[in-house]
């Protein structure tokens, strides 16, 4: 049986984000799909416009979309072992993979874990415009760290890059948003999980046990992300307080 589709260009701007969180990917059917980081703790989902009617992996997804690149919309058929590109005269035949060697999320780890997310309070939350990541993608183009907070700093919600390591001596960077807040607390993650489509989101933080896990959500399009804080995180005592700046 072959199965033939087309991916929209929203659909390839978000492998091309996906291809940077990991270079594997498994399609399930469906229009959901998600990929992680190698130790699983960093998950990316999205709504696809296109829907897989058969289950298939790519192992080298920038590999894939370079071929991809080469067509301006080919159809794209799944016979077997194999993909089909194809478009007026040029054709590309392409191998799946085998799914037991694609990294992929966890899922009864991460269905448990968003559903008792879910069923909690968030501790802290605030908005993260298009704005403010393309700003700390630029600062750490300028000067790059490894690492990245989320911080009171004098009452405003900031993004600070730091490392960790040599906090006090080290060059730190802030960008600070335009949201305030009445609780100190100190949120760390290491920057090469900060691979977030340019997009505006809404962030939604809850401590869970020795760290805590961060959920991005596009106002936009239906992208989320979620990953797990570093263990040294503070929380305040209370539930933070957030409001936009009048």
């Not at 911080?151 to 802030?174: C, H, M, P, V, W």
């Not at 335009?178 to 090469?192: A, E, G, M, V, W």
């Amino acid at each position: 049986m072959t199965k033939t589709f087309t991916f929209t260009d929203r659909d390839l701007q978000i492998l091309t984000n996906f291809s940077e969180i990991s270079s594997h990917i498994e399609f399930k059917k469906g229009r959901r799909q998600a990929t992680c980081e190698t130790n699983r703790s960093f998950v990316a989902f999205y709504d696809f416009d296109t829907e897989i009617k058969n289950e298939f992996c790519i192992y080298d997804l920038k590999e894939f979309l370079n071929l991809i690149d080469l067509f301006k919309n080919p159809k794209i058929t799944l016979k077997e072992n194999k993909l089909l590109l194809k478009e007026d005269k040029l054709k590309i035949v392409y191998p799946t993979s085998d799914t037991n060697i694609i990294l992929k999320p966890n899922y009864p780890v991460v269905d448990k874990t968003i559903k008792k997310f879910n069923e909690k309070d968030n501790d802290i939350e605030f908005d993260l415009t298009a704005d403010d990541i393309r700003e700390i993608y630029r600062l750490n183009r300028k000067i790059k760290q490894p690492d990245i907070a989320i911080e009171n700093d004098e009452g405003n919600i900031a993004l600070k890059l730091f490392t960790r390591n040599q906090y006090d001596s080290s060059t730190t960077l802030t960008h600070i948003l335009n949201q305030k807040t009445n609780h100190s607390f100190k949120l760390r993650f290491q920057f090469h999980r900060f691979k977030f489509l340019i997009s505006d989101y809404k962030v939604e933080i809850q401590k869970f046990g020795n760290s805590g896990v961060v959920k991005l959500s596009s106002k936009e399009i239906p992208l989320t992300y979620w990953f797990a804080l570093e263990e040294d995180s503070i929380f305040d005592s209370n539930e933070s307080e957030v409001k936009n700046n009048a």
